[in-house]
């Protein structure tokens, strides 16, 4: 019904993908298939809602309605089985940003965050930035048989280890970028022990989980104990699912009721956590029935997508092989195999095939010899882009 192969020009809309290339590459005659938002249309449904707000003349402050979170804590709990009452939500800016507020709220100076690299580098620039100490817990890779990386698991004997008297948060990726892992929740269950005995604080950046593949269901960290609903904070938005990064629409959801008191004081003494007039009216227009119709022909496109670059690098470049993620739309490249330094492997990619990707190293160390593909675009896109790089290389 909807049509995932159009071709959108999205040059000169001052849309960061595109028209910050020359900017992050060096040059802007590349095949943009980097920053993870996708190039599929954003639904009418959601359009004709802001139309609609928009067709009257006056945009002054909005109220978000009590409504609001029941809408969205329905829609959480359709998706998930994860019921939570409407209380435990509040809006937040962008989930970087309320990861970055909620270190400011519970962590002095010195204290120390793990990330589980490679991941989602905003983790460590925010922390770093808010001027607390990252420490790495470096997932464990998984081989194929012929030693190609296919998935990761955590390494909980590494995290104990690392944890010192100044540890006071995690930071989780659930499902995890650039891995596409999608933990089970067992693993989720092991780390909720570790870390409410030890005093951690969990943020569960869910940003992806609406984006399971294959008939899996996304396990919500908070949901799989009471020890992990007492120390954790999640973030959630329909920003990925519903292609809409650039109103900025995102919430966390706390349960434990001296972390909500805090946090949710926190964001309310910064004025932080009420949504824009478009921001709610997006949310709003996604979370229905025909947002759950629209995501589920979505999610066909994109595990078509990966469907199809995973078999037309089988057959046609045999030394780089896609992680096949169990979650959204972006796909991890283990070019290892080629044998090439990090930067003559990025200058493969943007100097001779002209593409841009993510370069893998910046999720860290770990990253080296990957790169990360966003296949959130018209599958002809991938399929010009693979035959660039098989001519480059
Ligand atoms: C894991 C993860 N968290 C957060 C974000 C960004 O979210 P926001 O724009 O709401 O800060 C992204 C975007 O790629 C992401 O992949």
Known sequence: MYDFDEMIDRRGTRCYKYDA??????????????VADMDFRTPDFILDALRRRLSHPVLGYPVTGKDYFEIVSEWVEDLHGWKVPASCFRYVPGIVKGIGFAERCFLQPGDKVVIQKP????????TEQS???????????????EGFVCGYEMDLDDLERKI????????????????????????????????????????????????????????????????AARCSITFMA?????????VVSSYAIAQDPELAERFFGYLESNE???????SAEATRAAYTEAGKAWRAEMLDYVQGNVDFVDGWLR??????????????????????KLGLPQEVLVDLFVNKARLALNDGSVFGEEGRGFMRLNVGCPRANLEAALESLRNAL
Request: hydrophobic content about 40%.
């Open 21 to 34: 290339l020359e900017e992050e590459f060096g040059r802007s005659d590349l095949r943009a298939l980097w």
């Open 119 to 126: 991941v989602y580098h905003p983790f460590r620039i925010v």
């Open 131 to 145: 001027g607390f100490e990252v420490v790495n817990n470096p997932l464990r890779p998984q081989y194929d048989a």
């Open 164 to 227: 010192d008297a100044r540890t006071k948060m995690l930071v989780l990726c659930n499902p995890h970028n650039p891995g596409g892992v999608v933990f089970p929740a067992e693993t989720l269950r092991r780390l909720a022990d570790i870390c409410e005995r030890r005093g951690i604080i969990v943020l569960s950046d869910e940003i992806h989980c609406e984006m399971v593949h294959g008939g899996r269901r996304h396990v919500p960290f908070a949901s799989v104990s009471e020890a």
């Open 238 to 246: 329909p920003s990925k699912t519903f292609n809409i990064a650039g």
């Open 272 to 278: 932080t956590d009420y949504p824009p007039i478009f």
């Open 315 to 336: 057959a046609n470049l045999p030394q780089i092989r896609a992680v096949r993620p169990q979650a959204s739309f972006l796909v991890w490249l283990d070019c290892r």
